[in-house]
């Protein structure tokens, strides 16, 4: 069936420091992936997506690569600041549509030490 | 920027209750969605709505759930007869594409 794997589950990383997020789908037909930042008690927030006519995406410090072959896309933090500590979800739609269900992966829980 | 609000914040309410989740997506959006999220677990699709009509639910959105688009800016998830297992965030979230933003969240504990 449908389904998203993220790993780690938990990242720690010094400040200043690269994090790597890392998930799989396994429905080839996707074609959507985001990334969702959720801060404690908060709504998840939408950072970054990548679409898969396109391998690597940026956006100032984050940046998101898809291997569509592989149907695995990652999340790079570079210089790592104590605010980006979160819990990160990807995500990814089922099928080939554009505006059907998220399904998400468990989240990673990254904390950035000062 | 425009956002989702949800109403109310936190709901507590007794084991086999009605409650009644309210959701005010973004204006232009077409595609109304709610998820829910168990205490330190990944976010779950519950079901999508789409002109007027459910496009997709999953397999929690059992008999005891529905949704209604009364007016043309409120979306509400109903549970008829809570159970303590439906305690959770419930997230609203909308799309007038593939972006989808989530409201607040409601946070419905059932005791």
């Known amino acids: 069936g449908e389904n998203v794997e993220q790993h780690p589950s938990t990242l720690s990383v010094q400040e200043g420091d690269s994090a790597v997020i890392k998930c799989t789908y396994s429905?080839?037909?996707?074609?959507?992936f985001p990334w969702y930042k959720q801060e404690l008690g908060k709504r998840p927030q939408l950072i970054i997506d990548?679409?898969?006519?396109?391998g690597e995406k940026k956006d100032q410090r984050i940046a998101v690569t898809l291997n569509k072959t592989a149907k695995h896309f990652s999340l790079h933090i570079t210089e790592t600041q104590p605010e980006d500590s979160a819990v990160y979800f990807c995500?990814?739609?089922?099928?080939?549509?554009?505006?059907?269900?998220?399904?998400f992966g468990q989240g990673t829980t990254l904390q950035v030490k000062p | 920027e425009p956002e989702v609000t949800q109403t109310p914040s936190h709901q507590v309410t007794q084991m086999g209750q009605e409650v009644i989740l309210r959701c005010v997506p973004i204006s232009n959006h077409l595609y109304f969605y709610w998820y829910r999220q168990i205490l330190g677990q990944k976010v779950e699709f519950l079901v999508s709505?789409?002109?007027?009509?459910?496009?997709?639910k999953s397999e929690i959105f059992d008999d005891q759930f529905s949704v209604e688009r009364p007016d043309g800016s409120n979306f509400t998830l109903k549970i008829r007869s809570t159970k303590l297992e439906d305690s959770a965030m419930y997230f609203c979230?909308?799309?007038?594409?593939?972006?989808?933003?989530f409201g607040p969240g409601t946070r419905l504990t059932v005791t």
């Open positions: 979230a909308s799309s007038v594409g593939t972006e989808k933003y």
């Open positions: 990548i679409r898969s006519n396109v």
């Open positions: 995500a990814a739609i089922p099928g080939s549509g554009n505006t059907g269900k998220l399904i």
């Open positions: 429905d080839s037909a996707s074609n959507y």
């Open positions: 709505f789409y002109n007027n009509e459910i496009s997709e």
